[in-house]
């Protein structure tokens, strides 16, 4: 599952622009994924010139209890 690390992302937009589903929207110029709508495809983590667009296996062990 992607996720969007907020400290990375800058609100450029390009992963909004780039979803094929329409995932991906912004909000307090962070990019947030609708898991509804995400198909996986990973086009967001291609994308995302910061590398803020992550996939759950680089979430540490305290994320992945939560």
Do not use: F, L, Y
Request: glycine content about 4%.
């Amino acid at each position: 599952m992607p996720w969007v690390d907020k400290n990375m992302c800058v609100g450029c937009g390009i992963c909004v622009e780039e979803c094929p589903t329409n995932a991906i929207s912004m909000e307090n110029q962070k990019a947030i994924i609708n898991m509804k709508k995400c198909i996986r495809c990973k086009k967001c983590h291609e994308v995302c010139p910061r590398g803020a667009i992550k996939h759950d296996s680089e979430k540490n062990k305290k994320e992945v209890k939560k």
